[in-house]
T-cell receptor, first 117, second 112 residues
Framework: GAGVSQSPSNKVTEKGKDVELRCDPI?????LYWYRQSLGQGLEFLIY????????KSGLPSDRFSAERTGGSVSTLTIQRTQQEDSAVYLC???????????????FGPGTRLTVL | DQQVKQNSPSLSVQEGRISILNCDYT??????FLWYKKYPAEGPTFLIS?????DKNEDGRFTVFLNKSAKHLSLHIVPSQPGDSAVYFC???????????FGAGTQVVVTP
């Protein structure tokens, strides 16, 4: 079955440019998460969408970061005026089956590697 | 503020032996704990979990132990196999939904 997909797989941009990263969650999953992993670090939570509820944006590092989820499915993470410290792998995850909620299991995509020059 | 810590960045173990990975946390509100495995260029995949009402959960070669009073959990892999070579992340959350807090990961290398 189809898992979580992300595009692009790699993105190289210049400092100061805006970038958009896309996530297609598993069909039917109501919860969607964005994390990022900087070099040598663990995953850092960014934002969480659950159905029609207001998103949990508590992990966004600055107001240059924003995300939206259209129609309860596809999500886009936008980083404005990129900085070199934004370089990381950006990972999307989704969950939605009842058993997932029993243990908070989240299914991850392969990530987008962002490099800001 | 790192609420989940994996103090061993790497672990090397011989095939057939036991791998023991450790994880400490500081937030007493955490009630759900998960281990994820990650291969290069892939997203993390769920391995095993435990909730705070238990102190042990077993799934095949993988066992997770939780010591709530010490705020410590560990993952045992017995016997270790070459395909177990990967980065293992410990994660925790206060609820059975919502954001996970991750440790920095432990790179496991299983040698023949």
């Amino acid at each position: 079955g189809a898992g979580v997909s992300q595009s692009p797989s790699n993105k190289v941009t210049e400092k100061g440019k805006d970038v958009e990263l896309r996530c297609d969650p598993i069909s039917g999953h109501t919860a969607l998460y964005w994390y990022r992993q900087s070099l040598g670090q663990g995953l850092e939570f960014l934002i969480y969408f659950q159905g029609n509820s207001a998103p949990d944006k508590s992990g966004l590092p600055s107001d240059r970061f924003s995300a939206e989820r259209t129609g309860g499915s596809v999500s886009t993470l936008t980083i404005q005026r990129t900085q070199q410290e934004d370089s990381a792998v950006y990972l999307c995850a989704s969950s939605g089956k009842e058993r997932d909620y029993l243990r908070n299991e989240q299914f991850f995509g392969p990530g987008t590697r962002l490099t800001v020059l | 503020d790192q609420q989940v810590k994996q103090n061993s960045p790497s672990l090397s173990v011989q095939e057939g032996r036991i791998s023991i990975l450790n994880c400490d946390y500081t937030n007493s509100m955490f009630d759900y704990f998960l281990w994820y495995k990650k291969y290069p260029a892939e997203g993390p995949t769920f391995l095993i979990s435990i909730s705070s009402i238990k102190d042990k959960n077993e799934d095949g070669r993988f066992t997770v132990f939780l010591n709530k009073s010490a705020k410590h959990l560990s993952l045992h892999i017995v016997p270790s196999q070459p395909g177990d070579s990967a980065v293992y992340f410990c994660a925790a959350s206060a609820n059975s939904w919502g954001k996970l807090q991750f440790g920095a990961g432990t790179q496991v290398v299983v040698t023949p």
